[in-house]
C-alpha cells in the first residue's frame, strides 16, 4: 500500500503512532504535528487537484516534497527519499496506465 507521496504504510516502523494511511486519516498523518502541520501538504495537494497520488503530477517531485523533511535526515538522505518515492508512484501510474505490460 503506498500513500500518496509513495512512501509504503506496509511494514512501517511506526505503526504505534500511526492512526492509519494517510487515506485513512484524510492527511492528519502521524508526523504531521512534530512539523507544526495539521494535515499532510501533499495530501492536501493531491486531493485538490484530484488525483491519486503525487504520481500523476507533471511537477513530482515539487517544492512540497523538498520542503517537507525528516530534521534528523542529512540532504543527502533527504534526496534519496524522494527520488525512492517518486519511482515507486511512476512505477505505479505506468502499470496502472498499461496494466498488460
Known amino acids: 500500500m503506498l500513500s500518496v507521496c509513495g512512501a509504503s504504510c506496509d511494514g512501517c516502523a511506526h505503526v504505534a503512532e500511526c492512526g492509519g494511511t494517510c487515506e485513512e486519516t484524510q492527511g492528519r498523518v502521524f508526523w504531521a504535528k512534530y512539523l507544526n502541520l495539521e494535515v499532510c501538504p501533499l495530501y492536501q495537494c493531491v486531493r485538490e487537484h484530484g488525483y491519486k497520488d503525487c504520481g500523476d503530477c507533471a511537477k513530482l517531485p515539487c517544492e512540497t516534497w523538498f520542503a517537507i523533511r525528516d530534521p534528523a535526515a542529512t ?17 505505479a501510474r505506468f502499470r496502472r496506465e498499461n496494466p498488460t505490460v
Open 75 to 91: 540532504d543527502e538522505q533527504h534526496r534519496k527519499s524522494i527520488d525512492d518515492h517518486a519511482a515507486k508512484l511512476r512505477s
